[in-house]
């Protein structure tokens, strides 16, 4: 027997205002094509201006408790992902929490940048199988275009703003491979790499700072970086490349989405993609692309799913569970 932490909810929301490549051709020396061909983005979300990250990731956790059936009292706790809190403090989630009217139980946020959500699911995991809380919802939400400088074509095109959820629910497993839920998890940072990916400003220095990305350098990371830890995620549980139904990366860039299948042995009809609709949106990117998949009726219950993202830091890391 051994605890694990089953996906029971999913749910995601995405601003109303959607932004097509075309609009940034009127401000900036920048094509469609360009875009398209070196991202694979072809629109994404902007949060209104009242619009905020915690009301993003409200709007996806309602979503999630309405799937999984329940409700915020049925929460012991809620860990969510940004690194575009509304406010420095209190978190993102305690901000949630009220919201939910969920007044027992503890809220905390996990700031790794793209990488937020795999190292809030890891977190979370952590939580329930060490018998510190029966249900968590796992968030990602950011508000990236916060943090664009709208005169830099380089990586202003890129971004974009959402929210997805998970709920994980303490069920018995036999202990294998087979079950269902977080089967293996492996996180890694490396700060040397810190300037490759940055906001230039912040608390302690008094500013907020924008975006500042070395895109190709942080490109050339990326496959071998998020190949490395998926495999390593599936070895640890105890299985190979050939056993994953999905691939649900960060949606960043469908060059590194294409590139990490093949380095991995699998073709594209094995990975959620939602770069095209999304953007990158950091750590919101790949619950978002969990929901959107499961309306797709592509992911299905026992499903082996293989997560792996990689950003500022760098961070990176890769969660293996069964749906
Ligand atoms: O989620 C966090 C992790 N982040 C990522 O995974 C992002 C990783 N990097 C990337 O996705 C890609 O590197 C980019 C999409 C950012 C850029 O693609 P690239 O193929 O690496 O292009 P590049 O940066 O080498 O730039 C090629 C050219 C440059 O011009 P020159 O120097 O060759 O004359 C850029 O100035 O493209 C130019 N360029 C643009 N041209 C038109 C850069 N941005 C634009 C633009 N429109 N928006």
């Not at 709007?59 to 575009?84: H, P, Q, R």
């Not at 403090?89 to 969920?102: E, I, N, W, Y």
């Not at 796992?138 to 959820?165: H, K, N, P, Q, Y």
């Amino acid at each position: 027997m051994a605890g694990r932490s089953v996906v029971v909810g999913v749910g995601h929301y995405l601003p109303e205002r959607i932004v097509p490549n075309s609009e940034f051709e009127e401000t900036l020396d920048t094509t469609d094509e360009w875009i398209k061909s070196r991202s694979g983005i072809e629109r994404r979300h902007f949060a209104a201006e009242d619009e905020n990250t915690s009301d993003l990731a409200t709007n996806a956790a309602e979503a999630a408790l309405a799937d999984a059936g329940l409700t915020a009292d049925d929460i012991d706790a809620i860990v969510l992902a940004t690194s575009t809190a509304d406010l420095t403090f209190p978190s993102a989630a305690t901000m949630v929490q009220a919201r939910l009217g969920m007044t027992k139980g503890f809220a905390f946020d996990v700031q790794a940048v793209c990488a937020g959500f795999v190292f809030a699911l890891s977190n979370a995991n952590a939580l329930i199988v060490s018998g510190q809380a029966k249900r968590v919802l796992v968030i990602g939400a950011e508000t990236f275009s916060r943090i664009m400088d709208w005169s830099d074509r380089s990586t202003c095109v890129l971004f974009g703003d959402g929210a997805g959820a998970l709920i994980l629910e303490l069920q018995d497993g036999a202990g294998t491979a087979q079950d269902r839920g977080i089967l293996a998890t492996d996180l890694n940072s490396d700060g040397r790499y810190k300037d490759l990916l940055y906001v230039d400003g912040g608390v302690s220095t008094q500013s907020t700072g924008h975006l500042r990305m070395q895109g190709n350098q942080v490109f050339r990371h990326a496959v071998e970086k998020l190949t490395k830890t998926a495999e390593t995620a599936l070895e640890r549980a105890g299985l190979g490349n050939a056993d994953v139904d999905w691939i649900v990366p960060h949606q960043a860039n469908i060059r590194i989405i294409q590139g990490t299948a093949k380095k991995m042995g699998l073709p594209m009809e094995n990975v959620v993609v939602t770069v095209q609709d999304h953007g990158n949106t950091s750590a919101a990117s790949i619950p978002l692309a969990l929901s959107v998949a499961k309306q797709r009726g592509q992911i299905k219950q026992d499903d082996l799913i293989v997560t792996e993202a990689i950003g500022g830091g760098l961070a990176w890391g890769s969660v293996v569970l069964r749906w």
